[in-house]
């Protein structure tokens, strides 16, 4: 890192984006040995160099930015800043959303992880509704990258399959059939689908 920000000071439009990616492995590695406050002004900054770098050069540095939103958003939320988690984790899908519709094969993975971040932040501020509806775009979303391969998203299928499962029971809300003939499905292909999301 020290180095990275003598490099970038001396050319920032070389170095700034090695900059911002250490400063988010730095947040990690922090937060890794508990220095979570260390972690957050790390992410923090990482989002920020990345802002400057994408209003320059939005093609190359949106995803890295709608990326950066995601970790800062994490550690705001262990934190307990729920509405900065908010805000940053619908930046985020905000982000990925254009990104998406200009590139879906590319970006349509990175938005319904996105949007299942963004559902766990509306659940923690009581936006019951809106985390029912995050979770299911980002399960409507994963089900046809799932059909081919199965195998390729058979891990974020089930995060996300968990994660409406919860956000419906948060609601009062039985899966519909729809949803159903979609678990069916799922277990057709051998996959233990269990409808209690936090069973297993």
Do not use: C
Not at 71 to 80: F, I
């Amino acid at each position: 890192m020290r180095i990275y920000e003598e490099l970038a000071k001396r050319n920032p439009d070389a170095f700034q984006p090695h900059l911002a990616a250490n400063l988010n492995n730095l947040g990690a590695m922090q937060s890794e040995v508990g220095q979570r406050e260390a972690a957050l002004a790390s992410a923090a900054e990482a989002v920020r160099i990345y802002e400057e770098l994408a209003n320059r050069n939005p093609d190359a540095f949106q995803p890295h930015l709608a990326a950066s939103l995601n970790n800062l958003g994490a550690w705001q939320s262990k934190l307990g800043q729920r509405k900065a988690a908010l805000a940053s984790a619908a930046e985020a899908v905000r982000i990925y959303e254009e990104l998406a519709k200009r590139n879906p094969d590319t970006f349509q993975p990175d938005l319904a992880a996105s949007l299942n971040n963004l559902g766990a932040m509306q659940s923690e501020v009581g936006q019951r509704e809106a985390a029912l509806a995050s979770a299911a775009e980002a399960f409507d979303l994963y089900w046809p990258l799932f059909a081919t391969p199965p195998e390729t998203f058979a891990r974020n299928m089930m995060i996300s399959l968990r994660n409406l499962l919860r956000r419906q029971r948060d609601g009062g809300r039985a899966p519909d059939a729809a949803l159903l003939e979609r678990v069916g499905v799922l277990r057709e292909l051998g996959l233990d689908v269990p409808l209690d999301p936090d069973s297993g």
